[in-house]
């Protein structure tokens, strides 16, 4: 296997936590799972991903750095401490687990996630039977 199963990594109970470059698939995994996330963006929409996640929805944490040459080792092990020991680190986490919560209850039966995808496919299907007729 070329890549590690991050999905089924981040659903395992040890994980505390989640070093990410913030690419949205893997920002969508970490929510999926509530774990919450150190943002280390490293290029491209990373960067407004990190953005989004840690002003916006405050579900991570930025490393400090990853906008110069490196990220120190000092960094990582602050942040880490940071989320597994402090008040802040636990609403951390608190509010990851709600998103995970919001999340479950939108693609679930009679969500609003669902409900929208069959919004959509109704849309389409109308739109197809418009042209051939």
């Known amino acids: ?38 943002a280390w963006p490293l290029y491209a929409e990373q960067r407004m991903n990190r953005v989004f996640l840690v002003e916006e929805m405050r579900l991570a944490v930025p490393m400090e750095g990853y906008d110069k040459k490196m990220v120190e ?13 402090s008040d802040g680190g636990r609403e951390l986490r608190q509010r990851t687990r709600a998103a995970m919560r919001l999340t479950e209850e ?13 919004d959509l496919a109704r849309q389409w299907k109308k739109s197809a039977a418009a042209d051939d007729g």
């Open 106 to 118: 939108a693609l679930g039966d009679g969500g609003e996630s669902r409900a929208a995808l069959a």
């Open 1 to 38: 296997m070329s890549w590690a199963p991050q999905r089924q990594v981040l659903a395992h109970g040890a994980v505390g936590g989640f070093v990410t470059h913030c690419g949205w698939n893997s920002v969508l995994e970490a929510i999926m799972a509530g774990v919450p996330m150190l």
């Open 73 to 85: 080792s000092d960094e990582v092990a602050a942040k880490v401490r940071w989320l597994i020991e």
